[in-house]
């Protein structure tokens, strides 16, 4: 690829990749003005600046993923926990999706049932801001993206559920910009 450079005074111009391992983080550019400099004489320099920024940014990749790992473990953990601790269903159900959306960070988790005799979708648990209004809410397999869901037993992303023309608005609840995920429980 090639830079182009709005600045016209710049004399010397050097681009670096900014990589570890594999892993490109970027790229650094060091240009100048000034004539009597040529930044050719100073690539060791800088491409050892480049390296050294590309391991911080790599230690910072890691401890990012460990961090996420650790978050993983500690849900698994406290789940079963609650699974041990509790022959309660609603108590563990709700713990389960309450530990869900701290990991995903989600604004609210929906567990529908399905009802084989009437082909329904029973939502039996969730952590919602409008669990008042959502409360005893039936959907029929094939029905928005959730009963499509379980209609195909293929989970789904939407970007914009808001936009989507299968998605489903239940009355109560806003009709914000949103993205969904929906999986099937087999």
Do not use: W
């Not at 100073?42 to 911080?56: G, R």
């Not at 041990?84 to 869900?100: F, H, R, T, Y």
């Not at 209004?133 to 397999?141: P, Q, S």
């Amino acid at each position: 690829p090639r830079i182009v450079l709005e600045d016209k005074e710049i004399k010397s111009l050097i681009c670096l990749p900014i990589r570890f391992r594999g892993d490109v983080y970027g790229c650094g550019a060091f240009g100048t003005m000034d004539t009597s400099v040529n930044l050719q004489s100073k690539l060791a320099i800088l491409q050892v600046f480049c390296n050294q920024l590309a391991i911080s940014m790599h230690k910072v990749r890691l401890k990012d993923e460990l961090t996420l790992k650790n978050m993983e473990l500690e849900s698994l953990y406290e789940t079963s926990m609650a699974v041990s601790s509790s022959l309660e269903m609603q108590q563990v159900l709700d713990s389960i999706l309450g530990k869900a959306s701290e990991l995903v960070k989600a604004d609210a988790v929906y567990l529908f049932q399905i009802d084989k005799n009437t082909t329904n979708l029973h939502l039996i648990s969730s952590v919602s801001p409008y669990a008042n209004v959502l409360g005893g809410l039936t959907i029929r397999v094939g029905e928005g993206i959730t009963g499509i869901v379980a209609q195909t037993r293929e989970g789904m992303l939407i970007e914009r559920a808001d936009k989507d023309s299968r998605s489903l608005h239940v009355p109560g609840t806003p009709d914000d910009p949103s993205s969904l995920i929906s999986v099937p429980l087999k």
